[in-house]
C-alpha cells in the first residue's frame, strides 16, 4: 500500500519542526541585537575616554600656558622696570652735569670735551642696561616661546597615543565581537542541523509507523479475503456434502428396499478371511472415520453407520444386513476396495 504523504502527521512534525527552529532563530537574533548593542557601547565608552583624556590635556595645556604667558607678561614688566630705571638714572647724570655748568665754567671747562665725553659715556651707558634688559626679556619670551611649542608637542604627541590606544581598543572589541558572531553563528548552524536530525528522525518515526498500519492493513486485508475464500469452499463442501448424503440416502434407500424385497442377504464372512485387525484398539479403529483413505463419502458414511456396532452383534439385524449388501455391491461394482470392505464389516462384528 503506497504511503500517504498528505497525512496530518508529517505536516504536525514540520510545523513543531519550523516551530523550534523560529524560537531558536529569535533567540540567535536576539543575542547578537544584544551583542551589537554591547559592542556599541564599548566603542561609545572608548571614544568617551579619548575625548575625556584629550579635554584634559588641553586644560593642562591652557594651564601651562597662562603660566608662561604670566612668566611673559612678569618678564615684560621687569624690561619696562629696567628700562624706567635706566633712563632715571640718565637723566639724573645729565641733570647733575647741567646743575654744575655755571661751576663747570667758573672752573674753564665749560667749553672743554669733558663735559660733553661725560655725556656720552652716561647715554653709553643707559643704552648698555637697556639693551641689556632686553636681550635678557627676548631670551626670556625665546624660553617661553619654546615652552609653549614644547608643552603643545607633548599634548599632540599623547594625543595621539591616547588615538593610538582607543583604536587598539576599538580593535579588541571589535575582534571579540567577531569571535562572538562567529561563535554564535556556528552553534545556530549546530543547533539547527540537530533539530533537523531529530525531526528527521520522527519524521521517518512516522513513516515507519504508516507502513507498519499498512502492513498490520494489508494483513487483515489479505486475513479477510482469506477467510471468505474460506468460508467459500466450506459452504461449497456443505454443499457437496448434502448433494452425497442425499445420495447416499437414495442408495441406502433402494438397498432397504431391496432387503425388504427378498434380495440377498448373505453375511460376507468370507470378505474378511485372511485378514487381521485385532492389533488396533477401539479409539485407533474410531479414528479411522476421519484418518482412512475412503474411496468416496458414501463408504465412509457407510463405515461410520457401521461402526455404531463394534464390538457386539448390531441389535437391528435389519441395518446389518443393508450394510453387508453395500458392501457386496461396491465389491462386485468395484467402487469399494477389499480394505475397505474388510474395515466395515469389522466394524460391524464380523472377523
Known amino acids: 500500500m503506497a504511503v500517504n504523504y498528505d497525512d496530518d502527521r508529517f505536516q504536525q512534525v514540520e510545523n513543531e519542526k519550523q516551530e523550534q527552529l523560529n524560537q531558536y532563530n529569535q533567540t540567535y537574533d536576539n543575542l547578537m541585537a544584544e551583542r551589537e548593542d554591547l559592542t556599541n557601547q564599548q566603542q561609545g565608552l572608548v571614544e568617551q575616554w579619548q575625548q575625556t583624556q584629550n579635554e584634559n590635556l588641553d586644560k593642562q595645556f591652557q594651564f601651562q600656558q597662562d603660566l608662561i604667558n604670566q612668566q611673559k607678561a612678569e618678564t615684560e614688566k621687569a624690561y619696562e622696570k629696567e628700562a624706567k630705571s635706566a633712563y632715571t638714572d640718565y637723566q ?89 558572531k562567529d561563535t554564535a553563528t556556528q552553534n545556530k548552524l549546530n543547533w539547527q542541523q540537530q533539530i533537523n536530525s531529530d525531526y528527521y528522525n520522527r519524521y521517518q518515526n512516522v513513516l515507519d509507523q504508516i507502513n507498519y498500519e499498512n502492513e498490520q492493513a ?93 464390538g457386539k452383534k448390531s441389535e437391528r439385524q435389519q441395518d446389518t444386513n443393508l450394510i453387508i449388501d453395500s458392501v457386496e455391491n461396491g465389491l462386485k461394482n468395484k467402487t469399494m476396495t477389499e480394505d475397505e470392505a474388510t474395515i466395515i464389516l469389522y466394524a460391524l462384528g464380523i472377523k
Not at 636681550?135 to 617661553?144: N, R
Open 92 to 180: 639724573k647724570e645729565v641733570d647733575r652735569y647741567g646743575v654744575s655748568r655755571e661751576q663747570q665754567v667758573a672752573n674753564g671747562l665749560g667749553n672743554t670735551g669733558y663735559s660733553e665725553s661725560s655725556k656720552v659715556s652716561m647715554y653709553n651707558t643707559y643704552q648698555n642696561r637697556l639693551a641689556t634688559a632686553k636681550e635678557s626679556m627676548d631670551k626670556a619670551y625665546l624660553e617661553f616661546d619654546n615652552a609653549i611649542r614644547e608643552a603643545q608637542l607633548t599634548n599632540d604627541v599623547t594625543k595621539a597615543e591616547n588615538a593610538l590606544t582607543a583604536l587598539q581598543q576599538k580593535l579588541q572589541i571589535s575582534l571579540e565581537a567577531f569571535n562572538y
Open 218 to 310: 494489508e494483513a487483515i486485508r489479505q486475513y479477510n479475503e482469506q477467510m471468505a475464500l474460506q468460508r467459500e469452499q466450506l459452504e461449497y463442501q456443505k454443499e457437496q456434502d448434502r448433494i452425497a448424503q442425499q445420495q447416499w440416502e437414495k442408495e441406502y434407500a433402494l438397498a432397504k428396499q431391496q432387503a425388504n424385497s427378498g434380495g440377498n442377504g448373505g453375511n460376507g464372512n468370507d470378505l474378511t478371511e485372511g485378514l487381521n485387525l485385532d492389533s488396533l484398539s477401539a479409539e485407533e479403529f474410531s479414528k479411522l472415520y476421519s484418518t482412512y483413505n475412503w474411496s468416496n463419502h458414501q463408504i465412509k458414511e457407510l463405515f461410520r453407520w457401521a461402526n455404531g456396532g463394534y
